[in-house]
């Protein structure tokens, strides 16, 4: 099944998973150590943000490695930056309202 990249970052663990995975790779076993849940609920995550393609991960041995996929985080980023864009544009209106206001109180 394919998921969206928005179900990945809605829920707090997979969120502090990519922010682990931000700084370097890891192992599943070394990204469970951070967390308080099984082994198996981990991996859960990690398959959710391999499917997403939030994460990639490459076989070294016998060892699976976790990398961050910086170029979908940038799909997220630009999704955001419409909200920027339109709350810019809303607290610009307001300064003026303000402005107005302000100019008429003198």
Request: net charge positive; charged share 30%; glycine share 2%.
């Amino acid at each position: 099944m394919r998921r969206d990249v928005f179900q990945a970052i809605a829920d707090p663990t997979r969120r502090a998973i990519i922010m682990l995975l931000a700084v370097g790779t890891m192992t599943p076993n070394a990204i469970a150590e951070h967390f308080d849940t099984s082994r198996q609920a981990v991996s859960k995550h990690l398959r959710i943000l391999t499917e997403c393609e939030i994460l990639t991960q490459e076989q070294q041995g016998r060892e699976i490695h976790y990398h961050l996929n910086a170029d979908k985080m940038k799909d997220i980023e630009k999704w955001l930056e419409q909200f920027k864009m339109l709350m810019a544009k809303r607290f610009d209106q307001l300064d003026t309202v303000l402005e107005q206001i302000k100019s008429k109180g003198k």
